[in-house]
């Protein structure tokens, strides 16, 4: 059915949000290279929700239609409030997830978490050796991580390892999901590493070669004929190397909102880094406004404001021209099509992202952390 979007008629057939994603605070234990939280982050940090705040948006998300329930960050448990959310979040009917690097999860917590309602847990792990651990995230908590992991299992929660694949762990997919295996996992989602703030940054030191992706997907299908379906493996492939763009989001504003710790209303995790939109915030409209009504949020929405290749493309409706913070990051315009797509008159740019991950100089330049005082070169065998 036609809508009015500003006043504006518009083919778009507004849906409702199903995932409601809390990135509850961007402050965070961990300084992963690979991170796409905005680089500019502790612009952010200051400011975070209140509890009460959280428990009005989880309200208005739930009424409105959503039904998925993600706590992020940041690290979440570094707020002690999580237990309240959580178990409101239960009492209106979420099913809830908490992503978590473990570090700050005690028995108490997660008993509370329990207790509370909380659906699902998914933990982050690096590699299977305590020098890569360490040295991406530039902490040292492999072993709290393994511990993590036991006590999620005893305490009845379907284990989900998220591991992010990176030049530096790709050559151990194999054994990464053995250690998956021999600590219970359920699902284990292998994510490539996908360019967006601090990974954009560090993008030609983490990126694999096209041969050692092709032997990751090769471990993995190994590894899935031999556990069948005892451990679900999920191996998202990374779009540089891919023909055609993801359809970012499911599509802007179509089923993702996520709401920031400052409380900014955002339909992806880097829109605020796309120039000209201004986001709603939930101390000032409601989710319901933002959702349908806001500019931001009705800007990308459908296929109206494609240009070309993609006005005319008839693979238009499967990728919705791809991922808009993706164009701007990497052509300056915004409503390019994906660079990614070899129909992009960018194509170029990631052709030529592939082959500087190949120069070693650059490969070998020192990784930026989120703290950028701390960048720093890998040396084999280094615990630090
Ligand atoms: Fe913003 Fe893809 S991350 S549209």
Not at 18 to 31: K, S
Not at 49 to 78: C, F, H, N, V
Not at 121 to 140: A, G, P, V, W
């Given at each position: 059915m036609a809508q009015m979007n500003n006043g504006v008629a518009s083919s778009v057939t507004r849906k409702q949000p199903l995932w409601l994603l809390a990135?509850?605070?961007?402050?965070?234990p961990l300084h992963c290279a690979f991170c796409y939280n905005p680089t500019d982050y502790d612009k952010h940090t200051k400011n975070e929700l209140s509890t009460e705040e959280w428990i009005r948006a989880l309200r208005e998300a739930r009424k409105m239609g959503a039904i998925q329930l993600g706590i992020s960050g940041g690290e979440p448990l570094l707020r002690d409030d999580i237990e309240e959310i959580v178990a409101e979040a239960h009492k209106l009917g979420y099913y809830s997830n908490l992503i978590t690097s473990g570090v700050g999860l005690t028995e108490k917590r997660i008993q509370a978490f329990k207790e509370g309602g909380l659906d699902h847990i998914q933990l982050s792990m690096h590699d299977i050796t305590e020098e890569i651990n360490n040295f991406i995230t530039n902490t040292k908590t492999f072993e709290l991580k393994k511990k993590v992991a036991a006590m999620i299992k005893d305490h009845g929660y379907p284990m989900v390892l998220n591991v992010v694949i990176h030049r530096y762990n790709i050559g151990h997919v194999d054994k990464i999901l053995e250690m998956a295996e021999a600590l219970g996992a359920d699902y284990v989602e292998l994510a490539n590493t996908q360019y967006y703030g601090w990974s954009l940054v560090n993008r030609s030191q983490l990126m694999p070669t096209r041969e050692q992706l092709a032997e990751a997907e090769r471990m993995t299908n190994a590894f899935r004929e031999r556990v069948g379906n005892k451990m679900k493996v999920f191996f998202v492939v990374p779009d540089y190397f891919a023909d055609r763009p993801k359809k970012c989001m499911n599509g802007w504003g179509e089923v993702f909102m996520i709401v920031t710790a400052n409380g900014d209303v955002l339909p992806c995790h880097s829109a605020r880094a796309l120039p000209g939109l201004t986001f709603p915030n939930v101390r000032e409209h409601g989710l319901e406004w933002a959702w349908n009504e806001s500019p931001a949020f009705n800007?990308?929405?459908?296929?109206?404001w494609l240009k070309e290749p993609c006005r005319s493309c008839d693979e238009k409706e499967k990728d919705l021209g791809g991922c808009r913070c993706q164009s701007y990051l990497l052509s300056g315009d915004a409503e390019a099509a994906d660079p990614v797509c070899t129909k992009s008159p960018h194509r170029h740019l990631i052709d030529e992202a592939i082959k500087d991950s190949e120069n070693p100089l650059l490969r070998e330049q020192p990784i930026i952390f989120r703290?950028?005082?701390?960048s720093k070169k890998y040396v084999e065998g280094d615990k630090e």
């Amino acid at each position: 059915m036609a809508q009015m979007n500003n006043g504006v008629a518009s083919s778009v057939t507004r849906k409702q949000p199903l995932w409601l994603l809390a990135e509850i605070t961007y402050r965070c234990p961990l300084h992963c290279a690979f991170c796409y939280n905005p680089t500019d982050y502790d612009k952010h940090t200051k400011n975070e929700l209140s509890t009460e705040e959280w428990i009005r948006a989880l309200r208005e998300a739930r009424k409105m239609g959503a039904i998925q329930l993600g706590i992020s960050g940041g690290e979440p448990l570094l707020r002690d409030d999580i237990e309240e959310i959580v178990a409101e979040a239960h009492k209106l009917g979420y099913y809830s997830n908490l992503i978590t690097s473990g570090v700050g999860l005690t028995e108490k917590r997660i008993q509370a978490f329990k207790e509370g309602g909380l659906d699902h847990i998914q933990l982050s792990m690096h590699d299977i050796t305590e020098e890569i651990n360490n040295f991406i995230t530039n902490t040292k908590t492999f072993e709290l991580k393994k511990k993590v992991a036991a006590m999620i299992k005893d305490h009845g929660y379907p284990m989900v390892l998220n591991v992010v694949i990176h030049r530096y762990n790709i050559g151990h997919v194999d054994k990464i999901l053995e250690m998956a295996e021999a600590l219970g996992a359920d699902y284990v989602e292998l994510a490539n590493t996908q360019y967006y703030g601090w990974s954009l940054v560090n993008r030609s030191q983490l990126m694999p070669t096209r041969e050692q992706l092709a032997e990751a997907e090769r471990m993995t299908n190994a590894f899935r004929e031999r556990v069948g379906n005892k451990m679900k493996v999920f191996f998202v492939v990374p779009d540089y190397f891919a023909d055609r763009p993801k359809k970012c989001m499911n599509g802007w504003g179509e089923v993702f909102m996520i709401v920031t710790a400052n409380g900014d209303v955002l339909p992806c995790h880097s829109a605020r880094a796309l120039p000209g939109l201004t986001f709603p915030n939930v101390r000032e409209h409601g989710l319901e406004w933002a959702w349908n009504e806001s500019p931001a949020f009705n800007k990308y929405r459908g296929m109206d404001w494609l240009k070309e290749p993609c006005r005319s493309c008839d693979e238009k409706e499967k990728d919705l021209g791809g991922c808009r913070c993706q164009s701007y990051l990497l052509s300056g315009d915004a409503e390019a099509a994906d660079p990614v797509c070899t129909k992009s008159p960018h194509r170029h740019l990631i052709d030529e992202a592939i082959k500087d991950s190949e120069n070693p100089l650059l490969r070998e330049q020192p990784i930026i952390f989120r703290n950028d005082k701390n960048s720093k070169k890998y040396v084999e065998g280094d615990k630090e």
